[in-house]
């Protein structure tokens, strides 16, 4: 396996001291490999059972000029530049442990953290990544603000900065974001804030440990308070970056994509990275699963000779559709009697068929394990010729409504590319 297509996490752990940009508390954070698969976790050694926060993008509870994680009681503040951090210098799998409510501040940008995972060195393991791959297109919007994602096989992003006080110009930045970028350009980019800003803050509980050692700010003629000034020109704009990739980060992929922003802050950050998990979990449900063998539908149906009438599943796609094979012989038991002069298989058995590949697609699905289905009904029923030994049926059905354990399917069979039977079938799960 090629080394970048490995997940990685570090070899060394370490620790760093300091106090919470937000909260104002005084915290020690310290990082440790992680296993492979479980992407980033933050514990609270802190709290009763040093309960673990998985960075997920589900997880976010807050996004009021930071972005905070929780799992039941238990919460990590301002988790976006360890998270860009970790994303920028390529890691997958960490665990963080932390003595208090959210990471050290360090300077205000994620430079100290991005430097001590580069000394931890980079540690690849025998896992693959999970690649980030969707096609479509997601944006979203409120009033001039807006979050676009499209389609790349790169990491970029345009970052449109705007203020309607003109203390800041407006800037337009566009980035290639690799390691060396993150490293160089966006991890020394620190947040900033306006002076006017920050009595209504401190209302809010917020910016308690914001200090010019840990934050670039703005006078109320535009000047910079801080005594070294700005790094560069592009700092607040990188910065923005730099707050986008750490939310982003929380969908736990190794991402490609062109994400276009204006005006935009953790809140419409982490809605774009929940949207986009939907998304790819949809594409990833709507991809064919492949054939299921028949002693594997015996594993779903509780059917059995001679009524288990399905031989494989060629496709499944959970809740949306399935395909699957009867291949009728000479021998089947019913044709013993239907007819005796001319075989022909019954109708009934059929529409049992097609039923039965519908019973695997829900039956397949994790909360319908173990359960029973049958009929609730049977609609436009059409037999458009006989079906005889020798013929190979393609068994094809539709989900076309579900309420919980109730439903409808559209159902056909096919030979040969012509459909012989088609119904709309009406079942119940119990």
């Given at each position: 396996?090629?080394?970048?297509?490995?997940?990685?996490?570090?070899?060394?752990?370490?620790?760093?001291?300091?106090?919470?940009?937000?909260?104002?508390?005084?915290?020690?954070?310290?990082?440790?490999?992680?296993?492979?698969?479980?992407?980033?976790?933050?514990?609270?050694?802190?709290?009763?059972?040093?309960?673990?926060?998985?960075?997920?993008?589900?997880?976010?509870?807050?996004?009021?000029?930071?972005?905070?994680?929780?799992?039941?009681?238990?919460?990590?503040?301002?988790?976006?530049?360890?998270?860009?951090?970790?994303?920028?210098?390529?890691?997958?799998?960490?665990?963080?442990?932390?003595?208090?409510?959210?990471?050290?501040?360090?300077?205000?940008?994620?430079?100290?953290?991005?430097?001590?995972?580069?000394?931890?060195?980079?540690?690849?393991?025998?896992?693959?990544?999970?690649?980030?791959?969707?096609?479509?297109?997601?944006?979203?919007?409120?009033?001039?603000?807006?979050?676009?994602?499209?389609?790349?096989?790169?990491?970029?992003?345009?970052?449109?900065?705007?203020?309607?006080?003109?203390?800041?110009?407006?800037?337009?930045?566009?980035?290639?974001?690799?390691?060396?970028?993150?490293?160089?350009?966006?991890?020394?980019?620190?947040?900033?804030?306006?002076?006017?800003?920050?009595?209504?803050?401190?209302?809010?509980?917020?910016?308690?440990?914001?200090?010019?050692?840990?934050?670039?700010?703005?006078?109320?003629?535009?000047?910079?308070?801080?005594?070294?000034?700005?790094?560069?020109?592009?700092?607040?704009?990188?910065?923005k970056i730099l707050d986008l990739i750490g939310d982003l980060a929380l969908i736990g992929k190794r991402l490609k994509g062109h994400f276009i922003a204006h005006k935009t802050g953790h809140g419409f950050n982490c809605l774009l990275a929940k949207r986009l998990c939907r998304m790819v979990h949809e594409t990833q449900e709507r991809k064919p699963l492949g054939m299921m063998t028949f002693e594997e539908i015996k594993t779903f149906l509780p059917h059995r000779y001679p009524m288990l009438l399905v031989d494989k599943i060629i496709s499944l796609v959970p809740g949306k559709s399935a395909i699957g094979i009867k291949n009728v012989t000479g021998n089947e038991e019913f044709f013993q009697g239907h007819f005796p002069q001319r075989a022909v298989m019954p109708g009934v058995l059929l529409v049992e068929a097609m039923a039965q590949v519908a019973g695997v697609l829900f039956l397949s699905q994790p909360e319908h394990k173990g359960k029973l289905p049958f009929f609730a009904g049977i609609d436009r029923v059409r037999f458009r010729r006989p079906v005889v030994p020798g013929d190979r049926l393609e068994l094809r059905v539709n989900v076309l409504k579900v309420r919980g354990n109730t439903g409808k399917v559209a159902v056909e069979a096919l030979v040969e590319g012509e459909r012989v039977t088609s119904a709309e079938l009406m079942f119940t799960i119990v």
């Amino acid at each position: 396996m090629n080394p970048i297509d490995r997940q990685t996490t570090i070899e060394t752990p370490f620790s760093v001291e300091g106090v919470g940009l937000h909260t104002g508390k005084p915290s020690r954070m310290t990082v440790h490999p992680g296993n492979p698969g479980n992407g980033i976790i933050f514990r609270r050694v802190d709290l009763p059972g040093q309960p673990e926060i998985p960075a997920g993008a589900g997880n976010v509870a807050e996004v009021l000029r930071g972005t905070t994680l929780a799992s039941g009681e238990a919460r990590v503040h301002t988790v976006e530049h360890i998270m860009a951090a970790a994303y920028g210098m390529g890691l997958d799998n960490l665990s963080i442990d932390l003595e208090g409510p959210e990471p050290p501040a360090m300077d205000g940008s994620s430079r100290s953290f991005a430097e001590m995972l580069r000394k931890a060195e980079k540690v690849f393991q025998d896992k693959p990544r999970e690649p980030f791959s969707l096609k479509e297109t997601a944006f979203i919007e409120e009033g001039d603000r807006s979050l676009t994602y499209l389609a790349s096989d790169r990491f970029e992003i345009t970052y449109t900065l705007e203020y309607p006080n003109n203390l800041v110009p407006r800037q337009t930045l566009h980035i290639e974001v690799t390691e060396e970028t993150f490293f160089n350009l966006i991890s020394p980019a620190r947040t900033f804030g306006f002076v006017h800003e920050f009595d209504m803050l401190k209302e809010k509980n917020l910016a308690l440990g914001g200090s010019l050692e840990n934050a670039v700010v703005i006078n109320t003629d535009g000047s910079i308070l801080n005594p070294e000034g700005k790094r560069n020109e592009s700092e607040f704009i990188l910065h923005k970056i730099l707050d986008l990739i750490g939310d982003l980060a929380l969908i736990g992929k190794r991402l490609k994509g062109h994400f276009i922003a204006h005006k935009t802050g953790h809140g419409f950050n982490c809605l774009l990275a929940k949207r986009l998990c939907r998304m790819v979990h949809e594409t990833q449900e709507r991809k064919p699963l492949g054939m299921m063998t028949f002693e594997e539908i015996k594993t779903f149906l509780p059917h059995r000779y001679p009524m288990l009438l399905v031989d494989k599943i060629i496709s499944l796609v959970p809740g949306k559709s399935a395909i699957g094979i009867k291949n009728v012989t000479g021998n089947e038991e019913f044709f013993q009697g239907h007819f005796p002069q001319r075989a022909v298989m019954p109708g009934v058995l059929l529409v049992e068929a097609m039923a039965q590949v519908a019973g695997v697609l829900f039956l397949s699905q994790p909360e319908h394990k173990g359960k029973l289905p049958f009929f609730a009904g049977i609609d436009r029923v059409r037999f458009r010729r006989p079906v005889v030994p020798g013929d190979r049926l393609e068994l094809r059905v539709n989900v076309l409504k579900v309420r919980g354990n109730t439903g409808k399917v559209a159902v056909e069979a096919l030979v040969e590319g012509e459909r012989v039977t088609s119904a709309e079938l009406m079942f119940t799960i119990v």
